[in-house]
């Protein structure tokens, strides 16, 4: 096979081989492999070329992407996979990705925690990081960092705000309350510290 036709158009160029339009490139991956008329290629160094262009316009749509919002790994390779790209292409492009920094698992963990610590417990937080696709090693670490008296601090916080505009009487209201706290991911200790705080939940 042969390049018959090499047509330049701004950053791309437009390649035909044996006289068939064949795929528009960006140039700098024609010029990386040497890339002119006449030219003769076999199937190995066309899936070669096809696999660079596909990885570089990979790349950048995660970039694009990343610039406008936070991601995962598992984040990025569902959009990856959404575009109908090769698992060999979203390896390669994940890989570069992390080894940049651009993807970062642990950091995103630590800000997730961070920005809703002071409303969810760890029970929540971790069911939130698990399904983000947050590795456990990852979660536990995150989660270990957690201080138990800013933890303790943050139940409290959302405790009294339930408390703020509930009737708490009752042994029945405190099992309300169990419920939503647990929903919020305190576990029972933390729960039943808060309900000796706020002094709740006692029988008549």
């Excluded at 575009?83 to 994940?94: A, G, L, Q």
């Amino acid at each position: 096979m042969k390049i018959t036709d090499f047509k330049v158009n701004g950053q791309n160029v437009s390649i035909y081989i044996d006289g068939e339009f064949w795929l528009e490139i960006p140039y700098l991956i024609a010029f990386d492999f040497r890339l002119h008329k006449y030219v003769e290629l076999d199937n190995d160094v066309l899936a070669q070329i096809e696999f660079k262009v596909n990885e570089k316009y990979a790349f950048d749509y995660c970039i694009w992407y990343l610039s406008r919002y936070s991601a995962t790994c598992k984040k990025m390779r569902q959009k990856l996979y959404e575009k109908e790209y090769k698992k060999t292409v979203v390896d390669s492009v994940i890989n570069k990705l992390c080894e940049l920094k651009y993807l970062d698992d642990y950091a995103f963990a630590e800000n997730l925690v961070n920005q809703k610590s002071d409303k969810l417990g760890k029970n929540r937080l971790k069911s939130e990081l698990k399904n983000k696709g947050i590795a456990s090693d990852i979660i536990q670490n995150v989660l270990e960092n957690l201080d138990d008296n800013d933890i303790f601090n943050s139940a409290m916080n959302v405790a009294s705000k339930w408390y703020r505009s509930h009737e708490l009487e009752s042994y029945e209201d405190f099992q309300k309350f169990l419920r939503f706290m647990a929903y919020r991911g305190f576990d029972y200790d933390i729960i039943n510290k808060c309900k000796e705080e706020l002094k709740v939940g006692e029988d008549d």
